[in-house]
């Protein structure tokens, strides 16, 4: 780790009684030159009995009945040190405070079930022949595009002195306006984009229509693509899954790619391109539509066929880790 790194981690931990920064600066320089000792030594003075096994088990009966109590509260229970127990958590038991992440939905174990299996058997198909299957993979998904988007947290971060007053952020909504976006896209870049008009909603004939769209604009733009058969990959919502729009995906001769319910994290489009696209344009302000109809556009326009196939490539990582947490949600 980097001595910023350790800082940092040191900061969340210990809060208040981390150490400085400028003494972080002195360990790592002392222990590159070989000054500092990466094991305990001896050293004279009375030995610490604080992280005693008897300590050791206090402090994790205590964690396991509450995996939210703080480190103020145990000192305040058992009477150790807050040095101590900081050291009993992290060194003794290997622990670490992190956040509730939120996930879409509460799998069972049926749910495991098909995701590790279609992981499984989309794995296959792209092992088997990686470079056919770029050529052949199409993928498409919805997003909502607001008028405004408030920047997040991380993203309103700036440098400042330790005289300087802390820069304050006034808490703000999405905006009321929004436009959603049908992107189709593979990994040489955007094949089309289908907005929908105000007052609408994306039902299974309106999406029959897209695939029509979508088969003449890749006939279009991806010259021999067709031929090769198109492996197309799409979500379960019902609009998608409609006899209308399965008889219109068979029409165009796509090929269907088997897609696991309740699944964004196997998604290339909510994983990759969304968040990219939502990173970019959060924080502006667009008087309507059109102004954001052209900044979705501009960015796509800005992104080499790197950026594209970057995404689609993910895929495999994404059905590893699937596959290897046996059909739980894949983070980051």
């Not at 509460?106 to 022949?129: E, G, M, P, V």
């Not at 929908?196 to 004939?205: F, R, Y």
């Amino acid at each position: 780790m980097s001595p910023t790194e350790i800082h940092t981690d040191l900061q969340e931990t210990l809060r208040e009684y981390a150490t400085p920064y400028s003494t972080v600066i002195r360990w790592c320089r002392e222990f590159k030159l070989g000054r500092l000792a990466t094991e305990d030594e001896h050293c004279s003075g009375r030995p610490s009995t604080s992280t005693t096994d008897e300590n050791v088990a206090v402090v994790e009966k205590l964690v396991s009945a509450d995996r939210r109590v703080t480190i103020r509260h145990l000192v305040e229970v058992t009477g150790i040190s807050y040095g101590s127990i900081h050291n009993i958590l992290k060194m003794k038991l290997g622990m670490t405070k992190v956040s509730a992440r939120w996930v879409p939905r509460k799998l069972t174990d049926d749910h495991k079930k098909t995701r590790y299996n279609i992981s499984k058997q989309n794995l296959d198909i792209f092992q088997a022949d990686t470079d056919k299957f770029l050529v052949r993979f199409v993928t498409m998904d919805e997003c909502w595009i607001h008028h405004f988007d408030p920047e997040t947290k991380q993203q309103s971060m700036t440098w400042k002195r330790p005289s300087s007053p802390t820069p304050r952020k006034f808490k703000m909504s999405s905006s009321a306006g929004k436009v959603m976006a049908s992107v189709f896209w593979d990994a040489e870049g955007i094949i089309m984009i289908d907005y929908l008009e105000h007052g609408k909603t994306i039902t299974g004939q309106l999406y029959a229509e897209q695939i029509r769209k979508l088969r003449q604009a890749i006939k279009e733009k991806r010259r021999g693509k067709l031929a090769q058969k198109v492996l197309f990959h799409q979500d379960n919502a019902p609009s998608h899954r409609s006899d209308v729009a399965m008889a219109a995906i068979r029409d165009a001769g796509f090929e269907l790619m088997n897609y696991p319910p309740y699944s964004p994290d196997l998604a290339p489009s909510d994983f990759y391109l969304f968040p990219k696209l939502k990173e970019e344009i959060r924080g502006k302000k667009f008087e309507d539509d059109s102004e954001v109809m052209a900044a979705v556009e501009a960015f796509f326009e800005g992104q080499d066929k790197e950026f594209y196939k970057k995404g689609i490539l993910g895929l495999e990582k994404r059905w590893t880790k699937c596959i290897d947490l046996k059909g739980d949600y894949v983070e980051k």
